[in-house]
């Protein structure tokens, strides 16, 4: 008994041991530390895999072209499993014991919303995010400005898609939609674009998701007789719905969000089936930029860009690291500040990739303003840390996703104005 | 370093809570509570309604006082489990198991869609944290939450042991060794259930007000069925029906947790950082099949009970 207890205490102490060795190695200043909370497994992972590789080529190119403040950047990305518990003591563990001033992550709005408020804002970090957009983040303060993301939110897809399905003349349209942040907030925002821009919405079903079948969602979305359907949601859930919506019987005219613009979608549907869909997403400006990352990435890892957040995340770090530089010291309100100024409207352009990152240190070097252009565009922050950004409207064609058309930057911005005033 | 052993501590604290309340119902009443999480939710719930502040959007959010919303959570979550409990109680084993597992999803789903109380998928924020006001740094804050957790954890643990010496502990556990033995000794064995699942609902909902004022953030992601499954990790791994092993089980099972993504990083080249997680899954579960493996009662099982009398 007293052997057993003792063992026991042991145990306990080793893996406490195991714990805090791992961490005494903090706080020098070489190598710069830049944090990472991604969900690498859990419902999330497939889409989460090529973000981290993202996240892998950003650091990459960042320490090719000069690291931080001459030092090289060790990148330390832990899993959050999607579960929130698991996030936030991944964000304290790198907050507290790595001390890294600056963390990018992560997926799921419901991790990142209790790593803003229990870690992020109380002490003061940057937290730059590739992907969640669940719209209160920026809107109602509780960052304390330290939190930014470089996907637009749910609300520029959101006005984008109306415009496209009012361009269309779709009419009496019902909308079935995930019922998370994400989905509620673009439902919300499609109505209210919609109101101005013409069509309407004549029923909202939520689903909730990793459900075997959605017969009874469909059922009900086709009792109100529609003559067009959103679909909000992920491609797993997608495939589902969107079997069941047309073998009822239910209309080819479909538009979809930005998640389902991937190949198992395509496929889990049948490509020959879904010829008259368009979806919507964050468009990839064309541009030497663009292509840069592009290529770099199908070089190093032998597979395409395509797929959510692959560009958002890669700006998050590009954006981050050169922050940095710019900040007078690696301190969180001193990077919270230099975040802004990335993008100077009178800056030199720069780009993506290791040779356009040494230039822009040379000029951050030489104190002039730079304009930073990444995979994703022009990245200029507004006063709640948020990126407007151009949309592309998605179509399948001979089995395979095309773009449809661009919808640009200075039509947005002209969208936004038309919505909202 | 020490900002965060103090801010694991006090999560593991909470999570201990959750483990005596369930050592409290399975370990010692034999109940197979498979819902944890969903009283869990409860507490956290109406901590937050009662003392978030007011947003027009919300018909809750009361902006109330910090001990208001724990007592509001505990009462909240004790007249659920009574209610829960009238229906389901008289279920054995893996029936019971299955009709609060079927609660707790409710619950979650509940959260999940009744946006004007619980924020919906937004979640809620604003959440009334212990004097607060008083600490400028997060580590000030934490370390006084975690003296709080200690006293908390302390009157639970010396109350649980009183109680489960006393005759009426006695009964609990003579129900669940021989449930026919004590009714046939005249002891109502659906009261006492019933009584004991009402005191360990109680107990995980004060753990949901604790969980939701340390955080300031609520939303249903926190409540997934998963939680359930580590807090019975915890349990089992522990020691079933010892509540000193059903806290180390907190401690050990949360280690493994959190540890095992730290050595990941340490270990795992940066290039291969991507597959990290999948090693930090497996890693998990076979820490939790070795302790299984060479300690099959828990780290500390149960104590041997002899009855003082044996020598008479």
Known sequence: MERRRRNTVVFALVLMGSVLSAGSAAAQSCPVKIGGVLPLTGSMAPITKKIAQSAELAIEHVNQGGGIKGCPVQFILRDDQGQPTVGVDAAKYLVEVERVPAFTGTISSGVTGPIISSVTAPSKVVQITCCSTASPFTLDGRSGGYFFRTIPTSKTQAFATASETARRGMKKTVVIYINTDFGTDMLRFYKAAVAKLGGEVIAEVPYNDNQPSYRAEVTKALAAKPESLLLIGFPKDGVTIVREWLSLGGTKTIALNNSMRTMDFVNGVGAKFIEDVFGMDNAQVAGPHVDAFNTAFEEKFKTDTKGPGVHTQYDALMVMALAMNIAKDLTGPSIKDAVRRVHVSNGTPVGTGPAEYKKALELIKAGKPIKYFGATGPIEFDANGDVTGPALVWKVKDGQIVTDRIITIEEMQALFKRVEN | ?312
Request: glycine fraction near 12%.
């Open chain 2, 1 to 312: 370093m020490l900002a965060y052993l103090v801010f694991f501590a006090c999560i593991v604290l909470i999570l201990g809570v959750l483990t005596l309340a369930l050592n409290l119902q399975w370990g010692f009443t034999g109940l197979f509570n498979a819902g944890v999480v969903g009283f869990y939710a409860i507490g956290a719930y109406t901590h937050a309604i009662v003392t978030a502040a007011p947003q027009p959007q919300y018909v809750g959010n009361f902006g109330l006082p910090w001990p208001v919303g724990v007592l509001a959570a505990m009462a909240a979550t004790a007249l659920a489990g009574w209610l829960i409990g009238l229906v389901t109680i008289r279920l054995r084993g893996d029936y019971l198991a299955i009709a609060t597992f079927g609660v707790a999803v409710s619950i979650q789903l509940v959260a999940l869609n009744w946006e004007p109380l619980t924020g919906g998928p937004q979640g809620l924020t604003r959440i009334s944290r212990p004097l607060a006001q008083l600490f400028e740094t997060p580590f000030g804050f934490n370390l006084w939450f975690l003296g709080l957790m200690i006293a908390i954890m302390a009157a639970i643990y010396w109350a649980l042991d009183r109680v489960l010496m006393s005759p009426w502990g006695r009964v609990l556990k003579a129900i669940r060794e021989d449930e026919t033995a004590a009714v046939a000794l005249g002891k109502s064995a659906r009261r006492f259930r019933l009584e004991a699942f009402v005191l360990g609902s109680t107990l995980m909902g004060l753990a949901g007000a604790l969980y939701v004022s340390f955080i300031g953030f609520v939303s249903p992601y926190d409540f997934l069925p998963i939680v359930t499954f580590q807090i019975w990790a915890m349990l089992i791994v522990g020691g079933s029906g010892n509540n000193r092993g059903a806290l180390l089980g907190a401690l050990v099972i949360w280690a493994i947790w959190a540890g095992s993504g730290v050595l990941v990083t340490k270990l795992v080249p940066p290039s291969h950082a991507a597959q990290g997680g999948a090693i930090q899954v497996i890693l998990i579960g076979l820490l939790l099949m070795l302790v299984l493996l060479f300690r099959p009662r828990g780290l500390i099982g149960e104590a041997a009970v002899v009855s003082r009398h044996v020598n008479d």
